[in-house]
């Protein structure tokens, strides 16, 4: 039965490769459920780049997107070195959906070195900000530098979308991975966030490990995990790894989800080998569905979608990529299999009681310091001298001037004024210099940069910032 009077419109982004066929799967099952669903099909990827489209999104795309505000959506194809930028990227970037939300689960009929083990779990992974902001500088010719960014807003949205997530699901935990140990500023960040957000859900358990150690049990015992909250790139890794735990690329559904609008698709991509033969293997895209059919609130229909994919593939209707030799149905029939089974329920697999999720709204900024000073300054220099020459150099410059020069390191370790083993340097050097009294001063620094200039070239400056006496900086191994 439907669920709702009035159709729901989704805009479907076909895309590119075994696109078309797995997105057209998908289309037919959720009609043939009869979740009340109007499809909008609209171009993205590479139809869009023969057009000249150099983001690879058309604007009516976007016009479709900004008023459905939910997208079914292929794979779509990156150019390569074509002056393009990834569809992908435009479309993360454009609707800001900062949750990448990866399941993972063991399916009936599917055989995995896992199987019998019971993994069921998913991975939220923030989408927006780290390493990905892709914000990068060549330091010198041979150095080349990348801002991790991570935001107390962008942590509190996706560790408080991990725990309303856990709550749509009825699951009892939440991991927070994190590298916090070595990237304290950074990754520990998401810690702090995640130990101060958890006791607002005493009906969640909470715990943090490190990403390395998450890594080891995620091979060793998966089955522990419920859902783990990460940054960006070490959810980007971990999720591909646990997609390989559930039966890989053909059975790996997410969901990009922001304030405003979301975005359903496989993890796989578009398998250029194997498109346009009716091949490909629908279950990443038919799930993907399911969990849009959730969010739009058709709970019965993802149900019955969810279970008829699961006798499916119980009675060993299986696509090549799975199936044993001389078995494999095709993306068609596989199809077609799904839409007969509709109304059945498997036998070994209950789908979750889900409840809609709440996706948090978080404000602006978080808590503002009541003071804070500027302690000193890191100041990049280029040089090919040895750090003694560096030292001496740099200290001269500053002679009678209100700073001092604290230390040089390289690549993270002191080397000046004492150095602890042997260091293999590089012609990129961090300068800290401190204030002979007081704060540092704008005119100050200026003053600093314009005498080392002619001593030593640099590169990039940091403001060593001090909230509320905390140093807003990281020391380096010997503690300066
Ligand atoms: P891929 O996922 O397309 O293929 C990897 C392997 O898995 C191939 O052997 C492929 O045949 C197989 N495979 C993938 N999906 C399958 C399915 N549903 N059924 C059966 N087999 C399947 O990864 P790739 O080759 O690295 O990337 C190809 C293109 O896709 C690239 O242009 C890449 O940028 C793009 N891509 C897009 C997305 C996206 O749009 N979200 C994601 C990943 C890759």
């Not at 083993?421 to 050097?429: A, I, K, R």
Request: with cysteine; proline share 6%; glycine share 10%.
């Amino acid at each position: 039965m439907p669920s709702a009077a009035t159709p729901r419109t989704i805009t479907l982004l076909p895309g590119d490769g075994i696109g078309p066929e797995v997105t057209g799967a998908a289309r037919r099952i959720v009609d043939a459920s009869g979740a009340r669903v109007r499809w909008e099909p609209c171009v993205a990827g590479g139809e869009a780049f023969a057009r000249g489209i150099a983001s690879g999104v058309p604007q009516e795309t976007i016009d479709s997107i900004s008023r459905t505000r939910v997208v079914l959506k292929g794979p779509l194809a990156t150019p390569l070195g074509k002056g393009e930028r990834s569809a992908n990227v435009t479309l993360r970037g454009l609707f800001e959906t900062f949750a990448n939300t990866r399941p993972v689960r063991e399916l009936p009929g599917v055989r995995t070195p896992y199987a019998g083990r019971g993994v069921d779990l998913v991975v939220v992974r923030e989408n927006v900000e780290d390493l990905y902001a892709g914000i990068e500088h060549m330091q010198t010719p041979g150095v080349a530098q990348g801002l991790k960014l991570i935001s107390r807003k962008g942590c509190e949205k996706i560790v408080r979308f991990a725990f309303e997530f856990a709550r749509s699901e009825g699951r009892s935990k939440v991991s927070c991975a994190t590298k916090s140990n070595i990237m304290k500023l950074t990754e520990g960040m998401l810690q702090h966030v995640f130990e101060e957000v958890a006791p607002e859900y005493p009906d969640i358990a909470a715990e943090h490990l490190l990403v390395d150690n998450c890594a080891h049990q995620l091979v060793m015992a998966p089955e522990q995990f419920s859902v783990i909250v990460m940054t960006n790139m070490n959810g980007d890794i971990l999720s591909d790894l646990a997609s390989g735990l559930g039966g890989g690329l053909g059975f790996a559904p997410s969901a990009n989800i922001g304030s405003g609008v979301a975005i359903f698709e496989a993890v796989h991509g578009t398998a250029p080998s194997i498109a346009g033969k009716d091949v490909a293997n629908p279950t990443a895209l038919v799930l993907s569905a399911v969990m849009m059919l959730r969010f739009i609130g058709a709970f019965a229909e993802a149900d019955a979608v969810e279970n008829a994919v699961l006798v499916t593939l119980e009675s060993h209707v299986h696509t090549s990529d799975i199936a044993r030799v001389g078995t494999a149905v095709g993306t068609t029939a596989f199809a077609d299999a799904v839409i007969a089974n509709l109304g059945r329920h498997s036998r070994t697999f209950v789908p979750r009681a889900h409840k809609p999720i709440r996706v948090p709204a978080v404000p602006a900024t978080g808590p503002r310091p009541g003071h804070r000073a500027v302690v000193g300054a890191d100041v990049f220099v280029e040089s090919t001298a040895g750090v003694d020459t560096i030292g001496t150099a740099l200290q001269q410059a500053v002679a009678g001037s209100a700073v001092s020069l604290q230390m040089i390191a390289n690549r993270g370790t002191q080397l000046w004024p004492s150095r602890a083993g042997e260091t293999d340097v590089v012609d990129s050097w961090r300068c800290r210099f401190v204030p002979v009294a007081g704060e540092l001063s704008d005119a100050q620094l200026l003053d600093l940069l314009q005498r080392i200039g002619t001593a030593c070239p640099w590169t990039h400056v940091e403001k060593l910032n001090q909230f509320d006496g905390v140093n807003g900086f990281s020391k380096t191994q010997e503690g300066r």
